[in-house]
C-alpha cells in the first residue's frame, strides 16, 4: 500500500473514531443528567434518545466501510504507530463483539437499561425487589441471548469479564478469590475475637457544608484538577470521563457519618486523577481512559485505602478534622480515631466495606453474577440467596432489599463482570504501592499531606498511557511481573495484625 493510500485510509478511520467519540459523548451528558438532578419525568424521553444514539453507534460501529478501513489496517498494521495499531485493535474486538447482535436489538437494549436504572433507583428507595425483577430478568435474558450471538470459549462469562478486564477468565477469577478466602477468612476470624474499637463518634451529626469543605480540599491535595472538571452529588458516587479537560465526579454526604463523603470523594479522585493525566494524544480516542476497570480501580484504591487510611495521612488529616469539627473530636485522641477509621467489622454494604471485608463482598456478587449468567441462579430467588450468601461470608443478614440485593446500580446498568475489577483493583494497588515504595519514602510524604510525588509516579507509570496497553501488559511494564494476589494479602495480614495486636 502506497503512503497516499495509507493516509486516505487512516483519514477515514480518524472520521469514524471522531463520530463514536461524539455519540458516546452525547450519552455520556444523559447520563450525568439524569445522575445529578435531570427530572425522573423525563425518563421515557431519555431512553428513547438514547436509544437512537445506541442505533446510530452500532450503525457506524459495524458497516461495511468501517470493516474495510479495519480490514486494511490489519494487513498493513506493520505501519501503522503504536496508538494506531492499538486503536485498531480495540475497534477490532468492538466490530467483533457488536456486529454478531442484530441492530435493532441492540438499540432496544440500550434503551431498556436506561429505562432499568431510573426503575432501580424508585425500587432501592421503596426497598422493592419486586419493582426492579422484571427489568432485570429482561437484562439476564439478553445477555444470555447475546453470549449465543457473540460465541464463547468455556464459560459465558468469559465473555463479560473480558470486557472490562481483557485476557480474564472465569478459571483465572477462581483461583484469584480462592487465595483471598484461605488469606482474609482465618484473619477475619481473629480480628472478630477481639474487642471492638470504639468508632461511635465517627456516627454523631456532622455538619454537611463542613463536609463538602473537606471533601474538596482532599481532592486538591490528592492532584485532582477542578478546574478541568466537576465535583457534584449523586445518590451512587461515580467518574464520568467526559475527556482529558472534563473530568466529573460526584459524592455522597450523610450527615451522621464523618467517613463516608471522605472515603468516596477521595476514591472517585483517584479515578479522576487517572482519567485528567493521559497523554492528550490519545485524546477523543477510546484509549483516553483506564487501561482495564481493574486497573482503573486501582487508581481509586490505591489513593482511598493505601494512602488516605494510612497511619501516616491520618496522622496529618486528623488535627484538620479537629478544628473543623472540635465539638465531635476535641476530647478523641489519635489512636482512637485511627483504630475507628481502620476498624474491621462486616457490615451490609458495600461502598461503605472496611478494606479487609470488601473483597468478601466482591465475592458474593461474584458466585451470583456466575450463577445468574450460567442459569443455575433465578432472579426470583435472587434476594434469598444474596441473603445466604452474605451470612455464609461475612455474618450478616440485610433487614431489607435496599441494604440487600437492591444496593447497587451496577446490574440495573447491564454490568454484568464489573464487579470482579473492584476486587483485581485493590490487587493491582498493592503491588504498584510496593514497587512505589521502592523508589519514593511514601510515609514520609503522606505524613506531610504532600501527595505530588505520590501521584507524579503515578502519573508517569500508569496515567500517561490510558489504554495503550492491556493490563497484563502494563502490570508487568511497571513491576517486572504480573499480577500477584500475594501483594495484597500481605498488605491486609501486615496492616491489621499491628492494628489488632495479632
Known amino acids: 500500500m502506497n503512503d497516499v493510500k495509507l493516509e486516505s485510509i487512516l483519514a477515514k478511520f480518524d472520521l469514524k473514531i471522531a463520530q463514536l467519540n461524539a455519540l458516546n459523548y452525547a450519552s455520556s451528558m444523559m447520563f450525568w443528567d439524569a445522575s445529578t438532578g435531570a427530572p425522573k419525568s423525563g425518563v421515557e424521553a431519555r431512553s428513547r434518545a438514547v436509544g437512537v444514539l445506541s442505533g446510530f453507534y452500532h450503525s457506524i460501529s459495524t458497516d461495511c466501510e468501517f470493516k474495510e478501513i479495519l480490514d486494511q489496517l490489519e494487513l498493513h498494521k506493520a505501519d501503522l504507530s503504536q496508538e494506531q495499531n492499538a486503536l485498531r485493535k480495540h475497534f477490532q474486538k468492538e466490530y467483533n463483539k457488536i456486529s454478531k447482535i442484530p441492530a435493532a436489538e441492540y438499540e432496544a437494549f440500550q434503551s431498556h437499561i436506561s429505562t432499568s436504572a431510573m426503575v432501580w433507583e424508585q425500587a432501592k428507595e421503596n426497598a422493592n425487589f419486586e419493582q426492579f425483577k422484571p427489568y432485570l430478568e429482561t437484562t439476564i435474558e439478553t445477555l444470555k ?261 437492591l444496593q447497587d446500580v451496577h446490574w440495573s446498568e447491564a454490568l454484568f463482570g464489573y464487579f470482579p475489577t473492584y476486587a483485581l483493583g485493590s490487587a493491582y494497588a498493592a503491588q504498584l504501592c510496593y514497587y512505589m515504595k521502592k523508589e519514593i519514602n511514601v510515609d514520609q510524604q503522606l505524613r506531610k499531606g504532600d501527595f505530588g510525588p505520590l501521584t507524579k509516579w503515578l502519573n508517569e507509570k500508569v496515567h500517561q498511557y490510558g489504554a495503550l496497553y492491556e493490563p497484563t501488559e502494563l502490570i508487568e511494564k511497571i513491576t517486572g511481573e504480573t499480577l500477584n494476589v500475594n501483594y495484597y494479602c500481605d498488605y491486609l495480614e501486615q496492616k491489621y495484625k499491628k492494628l489488632y495486636d495479632l
Not at 477468565?169 to 482465618?186: A, D, G
Not at 471533601?215 to 478541568?228: H, S
Not at 479515578?271 to 490519545?282: A, C, P, T
Not at 482503573?296 to 490505591?302: F, M, P, Y
Open 145 to 405: 441471548k447475546f453470549a449465543s450471538y457473540r460465541g464463547y470459549e468455556g464459560h459465558p462469562y468469559n465473555l463479560y469479564i473480558d470486557d472490562f478486564e481483557p485476557g480474564m477468565t472465569v478459571s483465572q477469577l477462581n483461583q484469584f478469590f480462592e487465595t483471598l478466602k484461605s488469606r482474609l477468612v482465618p484473619l477475619l476470624n481473629q480480628i472478630r475475637a477481639k474487642q471492638k474499637p470504639d468508632k461511635g463518634f465517627l456516627k454523631q451529626s456532622y455538619a454537611i457544608g463542613k463536609q463538602k469543605e473537606i471533601a474538596e480540599m482532599l481532592l486538591d491535595c490528592i492532584g485532582f484538577d477542578r478546574q478541568r472538571g466537576m465535583f457534584e452529588e449523586s445518590v451512587h458516587p461515580f467518574t464520568m470521563g467526559v475527556a482529558i479537560d472534563d473530568v466529573r465526579l460526584t459524592s455522597h454526604y450523610y450527615e451522621k457519618d464523618l467517613l463516608s463523603a471522605m472515603l468516596s470523594s477521595v476514591h472517585e479522585g483517584g479515578h479522576g486523577i487517572y482519567e485528567q493525566n493521559v497523554d492528550h494524544k490519545l485524546s477523543g480516542t477510546p484509549l483516553a481512559t483506564g487501561a482495564s476497570n481493574g486497573f482503573h480501580e486501582s487508581q481509586s484504591r490505591i489513593y482511598e485505602n493505601n494512602f488516605f487510611k494510612s497511619d501516616a495521612f491520618m496522622a496529618f488529616l486528623f488535627p484538620i478534622l479537629q478544628e473543623k469539627y472540635p465539638e465531635n473530636l476535641e476530647s478523641i485522641t489519635y489512636e482512637t480515631f485511627f483504630k475507628a477509621v481502620n476498624c474491621v467489622e462486616p457490615s451490609l454494604i458495600r461502598i461503605e466495606a472496611d478494606e479487609l471485608t470488601y473483597a468478601l463482598h466482591i465475592l458474593v456478587r461474584y458466585e451470583l453474577e456466575l450463577g445468574l449468567i450460567s442459569g443455575t441462579q433465578s432472579v426470583a430467588e435472587l434476594p434469598k440467596a444474596w441473603y445466604d450468601k452474605m451470612e455464609q461470608y461475612l455474618g450478616v443478614v440485610p433487614m431489607n432489599h435496599s441494604e440487600g440485593v
